[in-house]
C-alpha cells in the first residue's frame, strides 16, 4: 500500500490495527459491560449462568460481533465483542 492511498482512506502508513479478539479464541461475557448495554434491555433478563462462566469458542467475527459456540448443546450466539473477554 502506498503512503498516497494510506492517507485517502485516512489510515497512517505506520499505523497497525490491533485486533482484541480472534477466531477460535474462548472466551466468556464479562457480566458488568453486557447487563449495562443496550442489548441486555432488549434481550431476555433470565441469562443462563454458563455465557459468564465461559469458556465458548469464537467461531466467526464480523464488524463488532462474534459468534460463540458454547460447550452445550444450545445454538451458536452473536455477542457484541466489547462484552468479551479472554477466558483463562
Not at 502508513?13 to 477466531?23: A, D, E, F, N, Y
Not at 469458556?55 to 448443546?73: A, F, M, N, S, V
Request: net charge positive.
Amino acid at each position: 500500500m502506498s503512503e498516497q492511498t494510506a492517507n485517502r482512506e485516512g489510515v497512517k502508513p505506520s499505523q497497525k490495527v490491533i485486533k482484541k479478539l480472534r477466531k477460535g479464541d474462548l472466551v466468556k461475557v464479562e457480566r458488568n459491560k453486557y447487563l449495562n448495554s443496550l442489548e441486555s434491555k432488549a434481550s431476555d433478563e433470565n441469562l443462563p449462568e454458563y455465557i459468564f462462566q465461559g469458556p465458548g469458542e469464537i467461531l466467526l467475527i464480523k464488524d463488532d460481533y462474534c459468534q460463540i459456540r458454547w460447550r452445550r448443546p444450545v445454538p451458536d450466539v452473536w455477542i457484541s465483542s466489547d462484552h468479551l473477554i479472554l477466558y483463562k
